[in-house]
């Protein structure tokens, strides 16, 4: 999934896997950017106020 063979994965270190793997979701997470319904309630009623 990730892209590493055993081998490299057993040469890594716990941290650098883990930032692998926060990498990987972070490019393979969709996120569209827009604000939820009640974010822009919420920012509304704070310009307002």
Same mark, same amino acid.
């Given at each position: @999934?990730?892209g590493?063979?055993?081998q490299? #994965?057993?040469?890594m270190s716990v941290?650098?896997f @883990?930032a692998? +793997?926060?990498?990987? #979701?972070?490019?393979?997470?969709? *996120? *569209?950017?827009s604000?939820?319904?009640?974010?822009? *309630?919420?920012l509304w *009623?704070? +310009?307002q106020?």
């Amino acid at each position: @999934m990730i892209g590493f063979t055993p081998q490299q #994965v057993n040469e890594m270190s716990v941290w650098q896997f @883990m930032a692998a +793997v926060d990498g990987y #979701v972070e490019a393979n997470t969709p *996120d *569209d950017g827009s604000l939820t319904t009640k974010e822009i *309630d919420e920012l509304w *009623d704070w +310009v307002q106020g």
